[in-house]
């Protein structure tokens, strides 16, 4: 059993399972539609090839940050066994996409200058070791941190809070350059969709214009570089997806929500009751929430499902194949992985339910494809 800090109701709860669900690359619009049995659909004409993919009843697997978020560990801890790849690079979403993930998800941030960038932290830090925010630096600056995959090229190192709250350098075994936006639709295979999450500091400061500026940057290369690839949206900020769908009726755009396991200032942000709410006020089509207020709670899936809405999950039990399959087993329609192929053949039935320790290749062993 699963230790997730709270009771776990295994047995069977009502759900809804998704009687057709398309996953294809959305040229024109996606549209959320419910059948007579109150069951979602998710449509798209694909227009990359002829024939429309579609499957029934689809779960889908979302590669975090790739092929997985990067632990700083203190100095002089023992490594990780996996192979760490460098989170939020062309690398990592590539090998998520070879490891057949439907979609990779990364973070947006817009720099100084107005280009989004992808990067997850609230801030950067630089051998100097003062933290910056993206919205702080020009890309310029950004291009000149972390590792480059030119030879010619010099940078500042990087350094990131370490598991203790200290600051440790952050440095991983397979290592890419940082990207921005643009490049991510230049280089990542096509077949694989995009989940875009705009990122916002958690403290409620980001003023609305700030919001705005965001919003605007990232879609204008949306508009002018997806040609065709499956997109989704999803924010924590309970603003920022309002004037999101706004602004935007292309593509479904999802609240994120940690389901009540932290307490923000902001009540939207406490609850997946509230985070309905948010949807059914800013005419939203999803819901991630973090996978612990779900397994503690069954009955919020068809909660969820009865308001029209896609229900997808995000944490580190949905690394744990038990975890991933009691979700699919209660209508959950996707999860956010690190271990993508481990989860890829679990949520598949090519393999039996596997925890991240027994289905972790060693470091040395690991198939990076590229």
């Known amino acids: 059993m699963i230790d997730i800090g709270g009771p776990v109701i295994w047995g069977s709860t009502q759900y809804f399972d998704a009687d057709e669900s398309t996953c294809a690359a959305a040229g024109s619009s996606w549209n959320v539609v419910m059948d007579h049995s109150q069951n979602l659909a998710l449509r798209a004409d694909y227009q990359m090839s002829p024939e429309t993919f579609e499957t029934s009843s689809m779960f889908v697997v979302v590669g975090h940050r790739g092929c997985g978020k990067n632990k700083v560990l203190p100095q002089g801890s023992t490594p990780e066994t996996r192979l760490s790849i460098r989170e939020n690079t062309i690398t990592s979403f590539n090998l998520a996409s070879k490891n057949e993930a439907d979609f990779v998800e990364f973070d947006v941030q817009v720099t100084k200058d107005g280009i989004p960038i992808i990067f997850h932290d609230d801030v950067i830090v630089a051998e100097d070791q003062i933290p910056r925010h993206i919205r702080e630096i020009t890309l310029e600056e950004f291009r000149g941190m972390g590792p480059q995959t030119e030879s010619t090229k010099v940078s500042k190192s990087l350094y990131r809070k370490a598991v ?49 500026r ?29 004037i999101l769908r706004k602004k935007m009726s292309l593509y479904p755009v999802f609240f994120l929500t ?64 038990e975890a991933v399959l009691k979700q699919k087993s209660w209508g959950i329609d996707g999860v956010i992985v690190d271990h993508v192929l481990e989860m890829v053949r679990v949520a598949r039935q090519q393999e039996e339910p596997a925890s991240p320790s027994s289905a972790a290749p060693g470091r040395r062993t690991v198939p990076v494809m590229y």
């Open 258 to 321: 940690n389901g009540g396991s932290q307490t923000y200032n902001d009540p939207r942000r406490n609850s997946i009751e509230a985070a309905i709410e948010v949807c059914r006020e800013g005419n939203l089509q999803g819901i991630v929430s973090e996978v612990k207020a779900v397994l503690q709670h069954p009955a919020s899936v068809a909660l969820v499902k009865s308001q029209g809405l896609f229900f997808f999950t995000y944490g580190e039990l949905n690394n744990f194949g």
């Open 164 to 212: 203790d709250g200290s600051i440790a350098l952050w440095t991983t075994d397979v290592e890419d350059s940082m990207c921005i936006l643009a490049e991510a639709f230049a280089e990542v295979q096509p077949s694989t969709g995009f989940n875009i999450e705009l990122k916002f500091g958690d403290d409620g400061s980001t003023t609305v214009e700030e919001l705005h």
């Open 214 to 242: 965001v919003i605007d940057a990232v879609l204008q290369d949306v508009r002018q570089l997806a040609n065709g690839r499956m997109i989704y949206f999803s924010s924590f900020h309970p603003d920022a997806v309002q």
